[in-house]
């Protein structure tokens, strides 16, 4: 429970307080255009219409917000400066995606009703123009926006609804940014977005049009107000008609309309993200040099990228761009080198056509040039540096879920071989699942590297690492039962035999907490869920009450 | 990912054009708009595009993800034939049923869906894409090789118990090992 509070207790905190806004802005507005003395001419004409203006207001906040979690950079900044506020807070910064969907959702939602509720206004503005209602709506459709009176019905002339929407600057944006709009939508499915990314990304730029429309969209001045209340008296004229005008007490009811408000809350994160594309083309023109170029087994490219000024943490990621391939395209990878090293390197495995592209040019390369020219932006993420405070680390990877634990183990080792304060961990034990080794050689030549420097130092047990492999079939079992006497272990080379089938974690448990009968032991996981609820219950039942005894803590990573 | 597969945009677009269609004709009757007609008509276009997009055509490369409980919607749509496997025709009809949907105000937002995703349909149709119904697929055993055609009658030829049976003074020379050490009665 106490783990769960820790893991999602910002994040629920963060969306309550984002729909009580909304809540709060859709009935404030509601009842200032249902209560407000300015309306009442307004709200005579078309009955309940404040549920066109309180979703309006919903949609400025939400049109404001959408902009932000998608500002990458802007968000590191602010990742940076919030070091001292510990990591919970800045993970949230981890789930601006999953945001900026919630409010995809809110903005489709609340545009919906908006447009229902101005599709039935028109109706009632057009038929009070005909004639069709009370005599006072009449008298109010009348007014002519002439010498002493100003019109209350935008709709001047009698035509049909549509005319008026394709005529009036509010109609015609109306329809142009919810043509965008449902066109995102569509594209961003995720089975488009999967499979066909490139038109869920340049569909997706139709957000210029939508936001240039939006702000646009309210200039038509079509929400109109009373503006001489004091003389016009609505209690005492509204049964007068006839008098308007010509009673002292019953001068022509003024309107005026409202001025376009939608700029001024859009207008901020325009800015910044328009700050933020600016950012990511000067990222792109700064100079990258290949450092190396590597291929590995199973198509999988190693590439070690030089850049001025790069700073890195480990578990970070960075966006590749290579504009050979396509110019807008920016791709993210796990960072697989370490903070200590001089360069930064990403393994790149081949799984769409962009990753195809980019290993096939390299391939034809010939030896020790330059690759082609490559645009990083970056690092980005939430560093997983409580990896270095336990003194005894048992780190689970999970297929591709390995990645970030190549960043890690170096980095583990580095601090290790230089004594580093900063690192509090004397033993580490790391579990690697995996359906099968193909894409994953370079790992476990990795894990090599590292045995070896380890023994050399005489260092052999800081390291323990398993390797599970869960997707074995008779072709292993041929292949291990011919060679089970040598020393090395027959898929992997590695000095440690590869296990089958999933690990038995209370095995595991019970093996770390015997070798560390007093410690603190930090659980990682970079994996699927459903392994995720499985060690932390694990962790629950092998934790002693007793601080002197082993006590383990869990934390799910999202690398 | 490869080469796009305009259909599945298409139909996404599609789908989305229904349901905006039965809404805004929902609307036009509900209000009793004026041209109130068109918006009953709009309905009834909106709820036949939704039945014929619901179901997810067959991607050419990858894995297709059904929507939930499609599969009696695949076998009607497929029941149509080339109707509804070709694009062309596909492309044809939105476009058609898209046009009186243009009359009215609160369906115009639907015809232009439609007629968009009746585009993207055309642009499918030109590069040569077809419906194919995601069906589940249906257990082929794989054929018994062909050298397998009856069990043996008898059992392979051995020689008789007492001859088989280890004898103490050749342990060596046995075709078998026992797996826990036997010993005599006696001992």
């Known amino acids: 429970m106490g783990n769960m509070i820790i893991n999602h207790g910002l994040t629920s905190f963060i969306l309550v307080v984002w729909m009580s806004i909304n809540i709060f802005l859709f009935v404030w507005f509601y009842f200032f255009y249902d209560l407000g003395d300015q309306f009442y001419y307004t709200r005579h004409l078309l009955g309940s219409w404040c549920a066109c203006r309180a979703p309006a207001a919903v949609l400025n906040f939400n049109c404001l917000l959408i902009l932000l979690p998608v500002c990458r950079n802007l968000l590191s900044l602010i990742r940076g400066s919030f070091m001292c506020c510990g990591r919970t807070m800045r993970k949230q910064l981890d789930k601006n995606i999953s945001f900026h969907k919630l409010v995809a959702y809110m903005i489709g939602l609340m545009t919906a009703v908006h447009t229902i509720a101005h599709l039935l206004n028109v109706e009632w503005y057009n038929n009070s123009r005909r004639r069709m209602y009370d005599p006072l709506s009449t008298a109010l459709s009348d007014l002519p926006d002439g010498n002493n009176t100003t019109y209350l019905n935008p709709i001047r002339n009698i035509d049909n609804p549509t005319y008026f929407a394709m005529t009036s600057l509010a109609g015609i944006t109306g329809v142009i940014i919810t043509l965008c709009l449902i066109l995102i939508i569509t594209s961003s499915m995720e089975v488009i977005r999967r499979s066909y990314f490139e038109v869920f990304w340049y569909t997706h730029h139709l957000f210029v049009i939508f936001f240039i429309g939006l702000v646009i969209h309210g200039a038509g001045r079509i929400v109109r107000s009373q503006q001489n209340l004091v003389q016009h008296n609505y209690t005492l004229c509204k049964d007068r008609i006839e008098s308007w005008g010509k009673v002292a007490e019953c001068p022509y009811p003024q309107f005026a309309g409202g001025a376009p408000g939608t700029w001024m809350w859009v207008i901020g994160p325009m800015f910044l993200y328009l700050c933020e594309r600016i950012l990511r083309f000067i990222r792109y023109t700064q100079t990258v040099k290949y450092r190396k170029i590597v291929i590995r087994p199973s198509k999988v490219l190693e590439l070690q990228l030089v850049k001025a000024g790069f700073k890195m943490e480990v578990g970070q990621y960075v966006f590749l761009n290579c504009p050979a391939i396509s110019h807008l395209e920016w791709h993210p990878f796990t960072m697989t080198s370490a903070p200590e090293e001089d360069f930064f390197s990403v393994h790149i495995r081949s799984v769409g056509d962009w990753t195809q592209k980019l290993i096939s040019m390299v391939e034809e390369l010939p030896e020790g040039t330059q690759g082609p020219r490559m645009g990083v932006d970056g690092p980005f993420g939430t560093a997983s540096e409580d990896v270095f405070d336990y003194e005894v680390s048992m780190l689970v990877g999970a297929g591709i879920g390995v990645t970030p634990f190549a960043s890690i183990l170096k980095s583990i080792w580095y601090k290790f071989k230089d004594s580093d304060p900063k690192l509090r961990t004397r033993k580490i034990y790391f579990y690697w699942l995996c359906r099968e080794t193909h894409a994953f050689e370079w790992f476990a030549d990795l894990l090599q590297v590292l045995e070896k420097e380890m023994e050399e130092r005489g260092m052999g047990d800081f390291l323990t690492y398993k390797l599970f492999l869960t997707g074995w079939d008779q072709s292993h079992t041929d292949h291990v039962m011919v060679r089970f006497d040598e020393d090395t272990d027959v898929v992997t080379g590695l000095k440690q035999k590869t296990n089958y089938g999933r690990p038995n974690w209370e095995k595991e448990f019970e093996q770390v907490r015997k070798e560390n009968p007093s410690s603190t032991v930090g659980t990682f996981l970079c994996g699927p869920a459903v392994l995720a609820k499985v060690l932390e219950k694990k962790c629950a039942k092998y934790s002693d009450v007793d601080p002197r005894k082993t006590r383990f803590y869990f934390n799910k990573e999202n690398f | ?187």
């Open chain 2, 1 to 187: 990912m490869g080469k796009i597969e305009w259909a599945m945009w298409a139909n996404e677009q599609a789908l989305a054009a229904g349901l905006i269609l039965l809404t805004g004709g929902i609307v036009g009757v509900g209000g009793m708009f004026r041209g109130w007609e068109f918006a009953a008509y709009s309905i009834a276009a909106g709820v036949f595009v939704c039945l014929l997009e619901y179901p997810r055509g067959k991607k050419n490369k990858g894995t297709s993800v059904e929507r939930t409980g499609q599969y009696c919607f695949t076998v009607c749509v497929k029941a149509f034939g080339p109707l509804t496997r070709n694009y062309y025709v596909r492309a044809f009809i939105h476009a058609a049923i898209a046009v009186p949907a243009g009359f009215m105000l609160a369906t115009v937002l639907g015809c232009v869906c439609l007629g968009i995703a009746s585009l993207i349909y055309l642009g499918a149709a030109i590069s040569g894409e077809k419906w194919e119904p995601i069906l589940p697929r249906t257990e082929t055993r794989k054929a018994v090789g062909e050298s397998i055609k009856q069990p043996p009658q008898n059992p392979p030829p051995r020689p008789p118990a007492e001859m088989r049976r280890k004898r103490a003074e050749d342990l060596e020379g046995a075709a078998y090992d026992n797996p826990i050490k036997v010993s005599t009665n006696d001992e």
